[in-house]
T-cell receptor, first 114, second 115 residues
Framework: GDSVTQMEGPVTLSEEAFLTINCTYTATGYPSLFWYVQYPGEGLQLLLK?????DKGSNKGFEATYRKETTSFHLEKGSVQVSDSAVYFC?????????????FGRGTSLIVHP | NAGVTQTPKFQVLKTGQSMTLQCAQDMNHEYMSWYRQDPGMGLRLIHY???????DQGEVPNGYNVSRSTTEDFPLRLLSAAPSQTSVYFC??????????????FGPGTRLLVL
C-alpha cells in the first residue's frame, strides 16, 4: 500500500536558518504530493503541492520538488522565521487508489527560536 | 464561506457514554473524511465518504459510526466511549473533480477527553 515517511522531530532552528524536512514515499500508482502545515491549536492547511515529476511547489518562501527517481518531496526554506513554528505533514494522493483520500506522514514539528 | 466547521471544540466524556461529533462544509465538496490525531501517530483515517449515502472504513474504524445523508454534513458517532478514544478529531473535505490532485480542507478540530 501507499505510505509516507518523514523525518522525526522536533526540528529546532534559530531564526534565519535554512530548513530541510525530508519526505519519501511509496505509491502504487503515480501520486500527487502535498505539504500541509498545522499551526498550534488549528487544523491542517495546504502549504504547497506538486502533481507530476519535476514539478516544484512553492508558497510563503517554502519549496519542494517532486523527485520521481528518488521518490522524495523534501520541504525547504532558505530563512525561517519564528512564525514558521508549526507541525508539517507530507502527504500523497494516489490515482491508483480510487478514493483519492490522502495518505499522511506522521508530521514533523518545527520550533524556531528568535 | 465558512469552510469546514466542527462542533463541539472540546468535550469531556465518561467511559461508556455516547456522543456525536458534528462536521459541516459549505463548499459543495463530494468527499469528506474523519481523522484522529495522536502524539507520535500523525493523522489516522477513521471513516470517509465519497458522496451522500456512501461511506467506507479507514485505518481505525472500530468504535466509530458515520452516515452521510446530505452533501454538507458528516457526523461521527462514538457508540461507547473508551479512554483510548481520547484524541483530537479532524474533519476534512475535498472536491471530487480533480481526483488525486485535489486539496483537502480541514476543520479546526474537536478535542475529546474520555475519563
Amino acid at each position: 500500500g501507499d505510505s509516507v515517511t518523514q523525518m522525526e522531530g522536533p526540528v529546532t532552528l534559530s531564526e534565519e536558518a535554512f530548513l530541510t524536512i525530508n519526505c519519501t514515499y511509496t505509491a502504487t500508482g503515480y501520486p500527487s504530493l502535498f505539504w500541509y502545515v498545522q499551526y498550534p491549536g488549528e487544523g491542517l492547511q495546504l502549504l504547497l503541492k506538486a502533481t507530476k515529476a519535476d514539478d516544484k511547489g512553492s508558497n510563503k518562501g517554502f519549496e519542494a520538488t517532486y523527485r520521481k527517481e528518488t521518490t522524495s518531496f523534501h520541504l525547504e526554506k532558505g530563512s525561517v522565521q519564528v512564525s514558521d513554528s508549526a507541525v508539517y505533514f507530507c502527504a500523497l494522493s494516489d490515482q491508483a487508489g480510487g478514493s483519492y483520500i490522502p495518505t499522511f506522514g506522521r508530521g514533523t514539528s518545527l520550533i524556531v527560536h528568535p | 464561506n465558512a469552510g469546514v466547521t466542527q462542533t463541539p471544540k472540546f468535550q469531556v466524556l465518561k467511559t461508556g457514554q455516547s456522543m456525536t461529533l458534528q462536521c459541516a462544509q459549505d463548499m459543495n465538496h463530494e468527499y469528506m473524511s474523519w481523522y484522529r490525531q495522536d502524539p507520535g501517530m500523525g493523522l489516522r483515517l477513521i471513516h470517509y465518504s465519497v458522496g451522500a449515502g456512501i461511506t467506507d472504513q479507514g485505518e481505525v474504524p472500530n468504535g466509530y459510526n458515520v452516515s452521510r445523508s446530505t452533501t454538507e454534513d458528516f457526523p461521527l458517532r462514538l457508540l461507547s466511549a473508551a479512554p483510548s478514544q481520547t484524541s483530537v478529531y479532524f474533519c476534512a473535505s475535498q472536491r471530487a473533480a480533480g481526483g488525486y490532485q485535489e486539496t483537502q480542507y480541514f476543520g479546526p478540530g474537536t478535542r475529546l477527553l474520555v475519563l
